[in-house]
């Protein structure tokens, strides 16, 4: 039996509707990936992106960057939030996360903002809840939040870490209450494949259980009357693990899979955000 326009929420029809066109803009992404690629500088390799491909992706060195404590990244980002807000920096979005959100090469972001990036390597939910007065001065338009792996790969439940982003999510609405804030989903990772240096811990938190942590997330998301940005179809292979492609150890990401980031960011931000007046 077919199902009609009087069952079927509207709500669910722009939702998926929303997710075909970040999976149409994958696909258009990795056909031109080379071209994009040598734009931008950071690819070398002569080789079209191939999504079967078994070749071994090296790490990148990170350099001093990754030798800093917690409390130097703190410092820097709290020095960096001061002058957005001393300048009133307009058209300001804020990735607010972990590793994977420091690491966005700034070459990537979408060009028609200014950025303030206040991820840190490692952050947990609970991290990033205690400093997200930093930018409290800021006048962002958007807010983007990405939290949450490292808090499983630590042994947190489930249950402790969506409270934490329940807390997230209505500090962020009442500090800044023009901003829209948009709640990223958590990635999955490369499984069996996985080389980063936890391997065994997060192994031992399985793609699935990220799946069902994300759609209590969104739940979470709807109730507190702010946007999902649901990444984690973007990102798997057939297997629902981490594409090969796409990542340089299993949990961060290559320069290929911040391009898929950047289009759904993108084309996100053309669909569910308004720009503010």
Do not use: C
Request: charged residues 20%; proline residues 5%; hydrophobic residues 40%.
């Amino acid at each position: 039996m077919s199902t009609s326009f009087k069952t079927f929420p509207i709500w669910a029809f722009f939702s998926l509707l929303t997710n075909g066109i970040l999976m149409l803009a994958v696909i258009l992404l990795i056909w031109q990936q080379q071209r994009l690629a040598a734009f931008f500088g950071i690819i070398t390799s002569p080789e079209p992106i191939n999504l079967n491909s078994d070749r071994q992706i090296v790490t990148p060195d990170l350099g001093r960057r990754h030798q800093l404590t917690y409390q130097q990244w703190v410092d820097i980002l709290k020095q960096e939030a001061k002058v957005a807000a001393d300048q009133r920096t307009r058209h300001l979005s804020i990735l607010a996360g972990d590793s994977l959100s420091l690491w966005f090469p700034p070459e990537l972001l979408p060009e028609d903002k200014n950025w303030l990036n206040q991820g840190i390597s490692g952050e947990t939910s609970n991290g990033l809840l205690k400093r997200l007065k930093i930018f409290d001065r800021t006048q962002p338009e958007v807010i983007f939040v990405m939290i949450g792996i490292n808090d499983l790969i630590e042994g947190m439940s489930d249950g402790v870490i969506l409270d934490n982003q329940r807390q997230i999510i209505s500090y962020l609405r009442k500090a800044h209450p023009k901003a829209q804030i948009v709640v990223q989903s958590i990635l999955p990772h490369g499984a069996e494949q996985a080389t980063w240096k936890g391997r065994d811990k997060l192994l031992a938190v399985g793609n699935s259980r990220i799946r069902e942590f994300n759609q209590q997330l969104q739940s979470i998301s709807t109730k507190k009357g702010v946007k999902y940005l649901d990444l984690y179809p973007l990102f798997t292979n057939k297997q629902g693990n981490l594409r090969r492609e796409f990542t340089t150890d299993g949990l961060h990401l290559s320069p290929e899979g911040y391009i898929v980031w950047r289009s759904a960011l993108q084309i996100y931000s053309e669909i569910e955000l308004k720009p503010q007046r």
